[in-house]
């Protein structure tokens, strides 16, 4: 099974910070790579597809990048609704695998 | 819009069995592979099973393999999870899950129900 490994798993950041979450995988899952966030309560909400194309809807301060094994999600100013829990997901193979999750709060 | 409703959680005993089910609409659900994918309570987000548009092709996560039963009935726009033999940690909030598009790569998610919860316990 390809092993999806976040980090950091949590960070604090304020309003208007730029905040960039890693995502290793630990075999080749070429561009095959999403990124989902998950407020409390809720179900999660996809973001980026295929590494760095952005969902319809999804404001443009998130963005992703990154192929093979090594991904980035990038917010470039956070805002007050950012602040979530974030997973990365791989599809290149069966099984499907997340990533453990970066909680981004409130500094 | 797309919609998926969940239902059929509930408590049961190790051991038990339970069925949930996925009601779908908004798009041709036919037309869709599908997916469950569960959260443990203040976990992450664990995949369970997944099914094609058509149901030929099929496939779970090891975690489940052999108790869990994965299906769906075009003709009614459902989706379904038949659980047996259930264990503790099975539990879980289980997602009803759609792929983004028709035939794009399986496993890319779009569309998220809200959730049903299984409870395991005695």
């Known amino acids: 099974d390809i092993q999806m490994t976040q980090s950091p798993s949590s960070l604090s950041a304020s309003v208007g910070d730029r905040v960039t979450i890693t995502c290793r995988a630990s075999?080749?899952?070429?561009?095959?790579l999403a990124w989902y966030q998950q407020k409390p309560g809720e179900a999660p909400k996809s973001l980026i597809y295929?590494?760095?194309r952005l969902q319809s809807g999804v404001p443009s301060r998130f963005s992703g990048s990154g192929s093979g094994t090594h991904f980035t999600l990038t917010i470039s100013s956070l805002q007050r609704e950012d602040f979530a829990t974030y997973y990365c997901?791989?599809?290149?193979?069966?099984?499907?695998?997340f990533g453990g999750g970066t909680k981004v709060e409130i500094k | 819009e797309v919609q998926l409703v969940e239902s059929g959680g509930g408590l049961v005993k190790p051991g038990g069995s339970l069925r949930l089910s996925c009601a779908a609409s908004?798009?041709?659900?036919?037309?869709?592979?599908m997916s469950w994918v569960r959260q443990a309570p203040g976990k992450g987000l664990e995949w369970v099973s997944f099914?094609?548009?058509?149901?030929?092709?099929?496939t779970y996560a090891d975690s489940v393999k052999g108790r869990f039963t994965i299906s769906r009935d075009n003709a009614q726009n459902s989706l379904y999870l038949q659980m047996n033999s259930l264990r503790a940690e099975d539990t879980a909030v289980y997602y009803c899950?759609?792929?983004?598009?028709?035939?794009?790569?399986?496993?890319?998610?779009?569309?998220w129900g809200q959730g049903t919860l299984v409870t395991v316990s005695s």
């Open positions: 997901q791989q599809y290149n193979t069966f099984p499907l695998t």
């Open positions: 099914i094609s548009g058509s149901g030929d092709y099929i």
């Open positions: 295929v590494a760095s």
């Open positions: 908004g798009f041709t659900f036919s037309d869709y592979s």
């Open positions: 899950v759609r792929d983004r598009i028709r035939s794009g790569r399986y496993g890319e998610f779009l569309n």
């Open positions: 075999q080749d899952v070429s561009n095959w």
